[in-house]
C-alpha cells in the first residue's frame, strides 16, 4: 500500500536550516507529484510547495517562503526533502508531505515531522 | 493568494443531526476544491475531491456540492467519529490555500 514516512522531530535554534525527508513506498516514486503542508501548533494548514520527483520541471513554492524554501529528490531512494532555512519561532510546526494524485487529490499524507524552534 | 474562507469556525451538534459547512473562494475556482477530516494529532484525510466525488472508502453520509466560489459539505447523518476539524483546499492555482478550519464537536 502507498505509504510516505517522514523523519523524526527536530528542534532547531533561530537562524538555522531545517531539512525533512518523505520516504515513499507503495506505488511508482516518479508519477506523482508531492507537497508540503505545515501546521502550526493549534492552528490551520499552511501549503508550502511542491515537487515533481519524475523532473522535467522546478519545484514550485508559496510566494511567501520562496526565498528560504528549497525541495529536492532522490529517486534512488525514492525521498523527498524540504529544506526551509532562516528559521523563526513562527516556523515551529509539524510538517506534512502529501501524494498528489488525479484531479489534483491530496490522497497519501506523511504521518508529519514536529519542527520547534527555540532558543 | 486566492482566499478560502469557511463558516462556521465552530460547530456544536449532536449524534445523528445533519450538519452543514461553507466554503468560499475569493475567485472563481471551478471545481478544483478538496475537503479534509482532520482529528486531533492526526495528518488530513481527504473525503472529497473535485468539489463532490466521494473519495473512496470514505462513508456515504458525506456529500459535497458547488462549484465557481461556493462549495458546501453535508454529513446528513452525525455519528461520534465525526468528531474533527474539517478543512477546504482550492487546488485551481499555486498557492493551493486552506481553508481556516470548521472544528466540529459533538
Known amino acids: 500500500q502507498v505509504q510516505l514516512v517522514q523523519s523524526g522531530a527536530e528542534v532547531k535554534k533561530p537562524g538555522a536550516s531545517v531539512r525533512v525527508s518523505c520516504k515513499a513506498a507503495?506505488?511508482?516514486?516518479?508519477?506523482?507529484?508531492l507537497h508540503w503542508v505545515r501546521q502550526a501548533p493549534g492552528q490551520g494548514l499552511e501549503w508550502l510547495g511542491l515537487i515533481n520527483p519524475g523532473g522535467g520541471i522546478s519545484p514550485t513554492y508559496a510566494p511567501r517562503f520562496q526565498s528560504r524554501i528549497s525541495m529536492t529528490t532522490d529517486t534512488s531512494t525514492s525521498t523527498v526533502y524540504m529544506e526551509l532555512s532562516s528559521l523563526t519561532s513562527a516556523d515551529t510546526a509539524v510538517y506534512f508531505c502529501a501524494r498528489v494524485g488525479s484531479y489534483s487529490k491530496f490522497d497519501h499524507w506523511g504521518q508529519g515531522s514536529l519542527v520547534t524552534v527555540s532558543s | 493568494d486566492i482566499q478560502m474562507t469557511q463558516s462556521p469556525s465552530s460547530l456544536s451538534a449532536s449524534v445523528g443531526d445533519r450538519v452543514s459547512i461553507t466554503c468560499r473562494a475569493s475567485q472563481n475556482i471551478l471545481i478544483y476544491l478538496n475537503w479534509y477530516q482532520q482529528k486531533a494529532g492526526e495528518a488530513p484525510k481527504l473525503l472529497i475531491y473535485?468539489?463532490?466525488t466521494l473519495e473512496s472508502g470514505v462513508p456515504s453520509r458525506f456529500s459535497a456540492s458547488g462549484s465557481g466560489t461556493d462549495f458546501i459539505l453535508t454529513i446528513s447523518s452525525l455519528q461520534p467519529e465525526d468528531l474533527a476539524t474539517y478543512y477546504c483546499q482550492q487546488t485551481s492555482t499555486t498557492p493551493h490555500t486552506f481553508g481556516q478550519g470548521t472544528k466540529l464537536e459533538i
Open positions: 507503495g506505488y511508482p516514486f516518479t508519477n506523482f507529484y
Open positions: 473535485a468539489a463532490s
